[in-house]
Structure formats: structure tokens, C-alpha cells
Nanobody, 120 residues
């Protein structure tokens, strides 16, 4: 069974940067798409960045294009999110997720989340 653990959240001022990381254990996530899903209070959890399991093709929400970069290291079983030019509206708990496919459940593997706070 795959387990995901996030780290690297924190508090920064607007314009700052953070680099949360997600480490997978228990089983390889190499073939799985991986993504980051922030959830702010009272809002739904939605992907802002994801990457395919083959080809490492990234996808970004319009709100973070040009500011966030997702990367993965299948040998180390990690997925990172470089967050630059942070804005107060980026404040949320950021969850890492893996998509093992329809047979297991789309985007059914989740970490516990890491808090990102952007405030002056």
C-alpha cells in the first residue's frame, strides 16, 4: 500500500517562495500521475499542478502558471512543488495525491497535507 507524506510547507510574506515535497513509501508510484491539491477553508480541493506517470508531462491551473513548478524523481519516489511569487490567495493546506487508475480509484491516494500560509 502506498503512503504519501508531505513536508516543506510554512509561512511566508507575499512574493516569497516555498518548496513542499511529497515522499512516497510502501510501493512505487512510478507509473502513477501525481499532483498537488490545495484546500482553503470553505473551498473544495482542486489540483493546481500535476504530472503524468510516463513522460513526466506537467499540467498547471491558470492561477499558478508561471509561478509554480512541479517535478518528480521516480528513483527517489518524490514529487516536489516549487512555489514562487506566492500570493495571499495561495494560502491553503496542500495535499499530495497519486492516481492509481480507475480499477483502484482515480486520485485515491492522499497524504496528510502541509500548511502553506502567505501573509504580510
Amino acid at each position: 500500500q502506498v503512503q504519501l507524506v508531505e513536508s516543506g510547507g510554512g509561512s511566508v510574506q507575499p512574493g516569497g517562495l516555498l518548496s513542499p515535497s511529497c515522499a512516497a513509501s510502501g510501493r512505487t508510484v512510478g507509473p502513477y500521475p501525481m499532483g498537488w491539491f490545495p484546500q482553503a477553508p470553505g473551498k473544495e480541493r482542486e489540483s493546481v499542478a500535476s504530472m503524468t506517470g510516463t513522460g513526466n508531462i506537467p499540467y498547471y491551473a491558470d492561477s499558478v502558471k508561471g509561478r509554480f513548478t512541479i517535478s518528480r524523481d521516480n528513483a527517489l519516489h518524490t514529487v516536489d512543488l516549487q512555489m514562487n511569487s506566492l500570493k495571499p490567495e495561495d494560502t491553503a493546506v496542500y495535499y499530495c495525491a497519486a492516481d492509481p487508475g480507475v480499477s483502484v480509484g482515480r486520485w485515491s491516494i492522499w497524504g496528510q497535507g502541509t500548511q502553506v500560509t502567505v501573509s504580510s
